[in-house]
């Protein structure tokens, strides 16, 4: 989650909503992060860019359209 809280801090530092995100994988006994983002609704001009969307479809393109071992966390407004 403090990953998640620093990429909302950069998204808000760049003019954006301050939400991030961040999706881990679950391995064993272990969360590996696999993607993290902040927030580009503003910057990107597209109303679409939520971060959560964004980082889903970042790793649905590397890992398939089943995520089970997968973890998103988001934050807002930090």
Request: hydrophobic content about 35%; glycine content about 8%.
């Amino acid at each position: 989650m403090q990953l998640a809280i620093a990429e909302a801090k950069r998204a808000r530092d760049r003019g954006d909503y301050a939400i991030g995100a961040v999706i881990t994988q679950l391995i064993g006994n272990r969360e590996v992060v696999i993607a993290s983002a902040g927030n580009r609704v503003k910057t990107s001009g597209s109303s679409i860019k939520h971060v959560e969307l964004e980082t889903l479809k970042y790793v649905c393109s590397g890992y398939g359209r089943y995520l089970p071992d997968f973890v998103l966390y988001s934050t807002h407004e930090p």
